[in-house]
């Protein structure tokens, strides 16, 4: 009896173990550091991937709260995509923890997507954290420019296909069938924000750099002292001020700013504050890559109006 | 003229077949298969790029913080040919750049208390009483070794006692093997061992002033710092779960002190981690340690650990941190007995003592600059009869995420005067009024739950 047991529980062991292979064969694992290249991941990989994000849309991706339920998704990643550029170097913690070879530094399944992105913001002179939180690599925030998305989802590609060499021309159809529907999107984006070339806005945290650039817009000032200090009374006076003589009408902020004192500062400024998806998923109905660029410029145009 | 001519037609006669002989054909298939595949991405990007708009120049920024930063030119048709290393093992830093990183942390504590107390030496920093001094000063060195193994050596200086001389010491020095199979990972060397929840928590990056009461009792000032191995194991569950293994000198001289692999310090943990929805986390842990003490008598110390985060969803920082640990500790000791009172010792035996201890604190923090809490202390001494408990509220203020300052008021309640009456001293009630200024400089790795 006690064998017929011992045997059946080897059995079930075994069929379990199967079972669990069988189902993470289905598809490739793959973990994001950020919500917009899972959302990329997922329009490149389409059915063969299983995409999570270690940051949320509404969090900020500089200083992620590490915890073991990150660890966990990272377990059983095949790849993780990470952003690049120091902005998401806390992955590493996270990674420690997982003890999963297969996405540790260096190894295939680490797939850093700024590679090949023109970096704006890269530093020219020498810098030091009087200067604040700054990134010595130049502005992470790369992703938020949809012209951007070729080169981003061409890394991904690279990075999906050495897991899966033999599925590498669906990922390229899917990235193809993915640019197309952007470059209609990027048509009507730029139509939009066409009145709005050459404007002045004020930002809270100056990450919004790349889509600013890509339409025409210009980045007046900071409502942060310097990048990632907090704002004193003197600065936002001087930030006051210069929005009044400059006549600028808007002040972006991210979802995980604070919203209430870029809303104090622009009613001083008789100007508006707008919160954009700093990340997909970052605004409610900004679920999808594009969906989140589409919020992001016609909050922008409807608050510039 | 035909001088020349003559020259590189021999140039290209000698060097061209040598040339062709250096690469097999499989290999020259490849390049050129390579080659053309980065001809076709490229002539891609170009065909793509000439059908989009011309992007504007990138705008001016005029963000005060950003001071001596440009925009870079846009690409040209050469560099959009060039081909690029996605895989590299390390991000492009510029010439020069250092494989590893660095990163300086600095931590000075200063503490007001009685008179009678700094007598006894009976304060939270024993003989540093109405001080200021530098308590801990750390460079750390940290990276990976190769595509296999990251490494950390940290040293640290600081005073100890009422002396100026500041202590130059290693703090850790050890490396872990990230490519082992079956989840789990090794870690070599000097290390803060992974017990309970503070232990492994450098002093500058403690959530209050001062190491728990009971961690100090129980595992000494700098708590446990052993030479050993570490393995760890995260099965593939669907829950997180670490289980961890250890093998030691047990140089502790406090808890353990054989300091022999004869004789190992043995530590063990399993801690796991409940995902309350979005805005909550809670993370419970169990430690071991047992080994034998410098008498050669076992000595075991249990640990239970707990933390839970309370971050709204959206906030920088967490609302609510609740922190609580607790100590049990089997030790064997030998009790020397003078039963007629002449001063000579009669009989020894050998007796078990069991003690206990624990701390929990609370910390609210409402704003990313501010934050107040408490921690409450509760232990009996490992060795000595007795108990104390202490109650020590704070706040802390960062003016950025690099600098902190804190100051906090601590009371201290013994049960009795009995070896906390050195020269004529008595530390049997202490209230003291701490305060710490910490900064980074450099790199400093992000902070676990």
């Keep these: 009896m006690r064998r017929t047991i011992g045997i059946g529980l080897v059995a079930l062991a075994a069929i379990g173990s199967l079972l669990s292979t069988a189902a993470a064969a289905d598809k490739i694992r793959v973990v994001a550091t950020i919500p917009d290249l899972k959302a990329l991941t997922e329009e490149v990989g389409g059915n063969l991937v299983e995409v999570e994000s270690l940051a949320r849309g509404t969090q900020n991706a500089h200083e992620l709260e590490i915890r073991p339920s990150l660890m966990l998704k990272l377990r059983r990643a095949d790849i993780l995509i990470e952003n690049g550029l120091e902005l998401d170097s806390w992955a590493d913690v996270a990674v420690e923890g997982a003890n999963n070879p297969k996405i ?50 061409e890394n ?150 | 003229m035909r001088a020349l001519v003559l020259v590189f037609v021999f140039l290209c006669t000698v060097l061209a077949p040598a040339a062709a002989t250096a690469q097999d054909p499989a290999t020259l298939r490849r390049e050129i298969e390579q080659l053309q595949k980065q001809l076709q991405s490229v002539t891609e990007r170009l065909q793509r790029l000439e059908a989009q708009p011309p992007a504007p120049a990138p705008a001016p920024v005029a963000a005060p913080g950003a001071p001596g930063v440009a925009a870079p030119p846009p690409p040209s048709a050469i560099d959009l040919a060039r081909p690029r290393q996605p895989y590299s093992l ?109 232990n492994e928590i450098h002093e500058h990056d403690l959530p209050w002033v001062d190491r728990p009461n009971v961690m100090r009792y129980f595992l000494g000032d700098e708590g446990l710092v052993e030479n050993g191995v570490e393995m760890t194991l995260v099965p593939d569950l669907p829950f997180y779960v670490q289980a961890l293994f250890g093998v030691f000198n047990g140089d502790n001289g406090t808890a353990f002190g054989a300091g022999t692999l004869r004789q190992p310090l043995y530590t063990g943990r399993l801690r796991t981690f409940f995902e309350l929805g979005l805005e909550h986390g809670l993370q419970l842990g169990m430690s071991v340690a047992a080994g034998p003490t410098t008498e050669s008598f076992p000595n075991t110390i249990l640990g239970w650990e707990g933390r839970y985060k309370y971050r709204p969803d959206g906030w920088l920082h967490p609302l609510l941190t609740v922190t609580g640990e607790a100590l049990y500790s089997l030790r064997e000791f030998n009790v020397q007995t003078d039963t007629d009172g002449d001063g000579l010792i009669d009989s020894i035996r050998k007796v078990e003592k069991d003690r206990f201890g624990w701390y929990v604190g609370a910390e609210v923090q409402p704003s990313r600059r501010w934050a107040g809490g408490f921690r409450y202390d509760s232990t009996q001494y490992p060795q000595n009869p007795g108990y104390e408990w202490a109650i020590e509220p704070y706040v802390t203020f960062w003016p950025s995420e690099f600098l902190r300052f804190r100051l906090a008021w601590k009371h201290t309640d013994r049960t009795s005067r009995d070896g906390w009456n050195n020269n004529g001293g008595s530390a049997r009630q202490v209230d003291e009024v701490l305060f710490q200024g910490s900064f980074i400089l450099g790199a400093h790795p992000a902070h676990p739950f």
């Design chain 2, 90 to 198: 390390y991000q492009q830093r510029g010439s020069g750049q250092l494989l590893f990183d660095i990163g300086i942390a600095g931590d000075f504590v200063g503490n007001i208390t009685q008179f009678n107390v700094q007598k006894a030496q009976g304060g939270t920093f024993s003989g540093q009483e109405n001080r200021f001094f530098p308590r801990e000063i750390e460079l750390a060195l940290l990276g990976q070794i190769d595509p296999y193994a990251s490494a950390v050596v940290r040293f640290e200086a600081g005073q100890s006692g009422r002396d100026p001389e500041t202590n130059v010491s290693l703090a850790e020095a050890n490396f872990t093997l990230l490519a082992l199979p079956y989840g789990t990972q090794a870690k070599f060397g000097q290390m803060r061992n992974r017990f309970g929840y503070t």
């Design chain 1, 104 to 153: 540790a530094r260096g190894a295939p399944g680490r797939v850093d997507v700024s590679r090949g992105i023109q970096v704006l913001d890269v530093p020219s002179t020498r810098v030091d954290r009087s200067m604040g939180d700054v990134h010595p690599l130049g502005n992470p925030h790369y992703s938020l420019d949809p012209g951007m998305a070729p080169i981003i989802t």
């Design chain 1, 156 to 305: 991904i590609v690279e990075g999906l296909a050495r897991f899966a060499p033999e599925q590498r021309a669906t990922f390229e159809k899917n990235r193809q069938a993915f640019l197309a529907r952007l470059d209609e999107a990027m048509a009507r984006w730029t139509k939009a924000m066409e009145p709005l070339k050459g404007a002045k806005v004020v930002v809270y945290h100056p990450q919004w750099i790349y889509m600013l650039s890509r339409f025409g817009l210009t980045q007046a000032a900071t409502l942060e002292d310097r990048p990632g200090i907090p704002a004193s009374p003197a600065h936002l006076t001087r930030v006051i001020r210069q929005m009044k003589e400059e006549r600028i009408k808007v002040i972006i902020v991210e979802p995980w700013n604070d919203v209430k004192l870029a809303t104090r500062v622009a009613d001083e400024a008789g100007a508006k504050a707008v919160v954009l998806a700093s990340m997909v998923g970052g605004v409610k109905g900004a679920d999808s890559y594009i969906a989140a660029i589409d919020h992001n410029v016609n909050a922008l145009v409807m608050a510039m109006r």
